[in-house]
């Protein structure tokens, strides 16, 4: 059987009374948010979208809560217990959120994969969390996901950790349905217990897990529904992955379903499909990264959709660039809200009565005014309004370490429990954070995030790349494009099949370079000494001076 989940580090607890005194945290659970949520809103329509044999569904509150609990007595029967983590591995199918509701229903802990994850990260995640099972929609003409599958099981049996059971959601859609859920019980949970398991972007070798607690996580959902506006009337598009924290919270999936609104899940993220479905469901809200803004802007200009229903975009994950904001609310005919959010915790925005130019030019500001916000120089210190400075928080929902990772809590997080972001900000004196540059070694690539030396050391296994070195090479689309550039044996021939070997190596597809430089030296930097980050720094400016 599987071991309980790991100790976290967590909030000292006068900070714990203070928040709890101050009703930003409450007893409320995720079992009894679903309970309490889909019985206040029974009659209403809660979910619109396909299944993973493409068929159309339209869901009430009430068919959602039969669902959620029909699939936590599925879980049950195989043998998932509460407690037990499940690392979720689906695209944006409807059986996602009979998954996800399923397993808190149940009381079991989701670790939230992205579809695009492949076996390195997969493995990862069931190795460190010891997952009792992987959900996926298993495509059986797909020999590839079934080689996949099996290469996970025996990676973490390597790891000398029981493989997890492989739980395929497509078997709910082609059965019968008829799962009796009678007298489950509610999960014995304390709110402040962990709830989930996020996962970060990442800037070490391998990627971190991020351990939400309910009474956290259900605060930042409930303050940025409010913050957002939304109610009963709001039919939120989710273009994003589902399972991705911007998506899930910001006010995202779980925003929706506290307000009592619709939630329309887009299979797949091109514009075509999301103009028909804004036009079929009236949809009034949405969120993207600003490559699909600006993918979404060009297509408007060319169709000319019916966007009418369509109030508010978000737009996050990366910085957008200023010149597209007032374009994208000209050509949509919407309002513009920027998003600067971390799984880890902070969300900010921009708000529907800010000035237009901070809409425009900023990244928005807190959710809470228990956010405490520091914008720091290279010794810790303090800078002054306006001045750029690395950005460190902590607060009521941004945690206090990562889970089972102790090195990347001491790099991560200060002695008084601030998080290190990595990013480097502006702030305004009416607090409005403007992002202006990273310091973390990692390549934001579309708003996915990709680990630079997790890129870097499976490239050098190859047995001809003496070393490697990623970079995020500026890119008018992407916003960065991945550059790895690779040194050889002089007078060798190159390594023809670099790509194949790193897509050969398990990893997620969107960690796979959009191009290969081969050189013989790698350049040295001024100083003369070959840090690494100074080298990525060198070797983007050459590459982006070259265009
Ligand atoms: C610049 N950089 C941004 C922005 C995130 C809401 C929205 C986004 C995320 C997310 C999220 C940015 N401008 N507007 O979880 O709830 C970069 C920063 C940040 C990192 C976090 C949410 N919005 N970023 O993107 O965990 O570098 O969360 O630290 O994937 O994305 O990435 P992630």
Redesign the pocket.
């Known amino acids: 059987s599987r071991a309980p989940l790991a100790e976290v580090r967590s909030w000292p607890e006068g900070i714990r009374r203070r928040y709890r005194s101050l009703g930003l945290w409450t007893t409320e659970t995720f079992a009894g948010f679903i309970e309490d949520r889909t019985a206040r809103f029974a009659d209403r329509l809660a979910a619109v979208g396909t299944d993973s044999l493409g068929a159309q569904h339209h869901w009430t509150y009430a068919e959602l809560a039969r669902r959620a609990r029909g699939a936590a007595v599925r879980f049950q029967e195989i043998g998932v217990a509460p407690g037990d983590r499940v690392v979720v591995a689906l695209p944006n199918v409807v059986e996602y959120l009979e998954a996800v509701l399923g397993l808190f229903r149940l009381g079991a802990l989701p670790v939230f994969a992205l579809p695009t994850h492949r076996e390195a990260e997969l493995t990862q995640f069931c190795t460190l969390a010891d997952a009792a099972a992987i959900v996926v929609a298993r495509d059986p003409g797909d020999a590839d996901q079934t080689a996949l599958l099996h290469t996970v099981a025996d990676r973490v049996a390597a790891h000398g950790v029981l493989p997890p059971l492989v739980v395929d959601v497509s078997d709910w859609s082609r059965g019968p349905g008829s799962v009796s859920p009678a007298g489950l019980p509610l999960p014995a949970h304390d709110a402040e217990d962990v709830a989930f398991l996020q996962v970060?972007?990442g800037t070490t070798g391998v990627p971190k897990l991020i351990p939400r607690t309910h009474a956290d996580y259900l605060y930042s959902v409930r303050e940025s529904a409010r913050i957002c506006g939304l109610d009963t009337s709001t039919v939120q598009l989710v273009v994003l992955p589902a399972a991705?924290?911007?998506a899930m919270?910001?006010p995202g999936i779980l925003g929706v379903l506290h307000a009592g609104g619709t939630v329309v899940l887009a299979r797949d993220p091109s514009p075509r499909t999301a103009f028909r479905l804004i036009e079929a469901e009236g949809v009034t809200h949405t969120a993207l990264v600003p490559p699909l803004a600006q993918a979404w802007v060009s297509a408007a200009r060319r169709r000319a959709p019916d966007l009418g229903s369509l109030g508010v975009v978000q737009v996050?994950?990366?910085?957008?660039a200023d010149s597209v904001a007032p374009q994208l609310e000209e050509v949509l005919g919407v309002r513009l809200q920027?998003?600067?959010?971390?799984?880890?915790g902070l969300?900010n925005y921009t708000r529907a009565d800010d000035p237009v130019h901070l809409v425009h030019t900023t990244?928005g500001r807190p959710i809470s005014a228990e956010d405490e916000i520091r914008v720091v120089d290279a010794d810790d210190r303090d800078v002054a309004d306006g001045e750029e400075g690395a950005l460190l928080t902590r607060g009521p929902y941004t945690i206090r370490g990562y889970y089972r990772d102790p090195r990347a809590d001491a790099d991560c997080f200060t002695a008084d429990g601030y998080y290190r972001?990595?990013?480097r900000v502006r702030r305004l004196p009416s607090g409005h954070l403007v992002?202006t540059g990273?310091d973390k070694d990692q390549i934001?690539r579309a708003?996915e995030?990709v680990a630079v030396d997790e890129l870097e050391s499976v490239a050098v296994a190859h047995a001809d790349v003496l070393d490697a070195v990623a970079v995020g090479v500026p890119d008018d689309y992407l916003g960065e494009r991945i550059v790895l550039v690779v040194r050889t044996e002089p007078g060798r021939p190159r390594p023809a099949n670099l790509l194949d070997h790193l897509r050969a190596s398990g990893l997620a597809t969107f960690k796979i370079p959009d191009e290969v430089v081969h050189l013989d030296e790698l350049p040295v930097t001024a100083v003369g000494k070959n840090s690494r980050r100074d080298l990525r720094r060198l070797l983007s400016a050459h590459l982006a001076a070259d265009r």
């Open positions: 970060s972007g991705h924290n911007f919270s910001s996050g994950g990366a910085r957008l920027q998003v600067f959010g971390m799984a880890e969300v990244q972001t990595g990013d992002v990273r934001n708003g995030k």
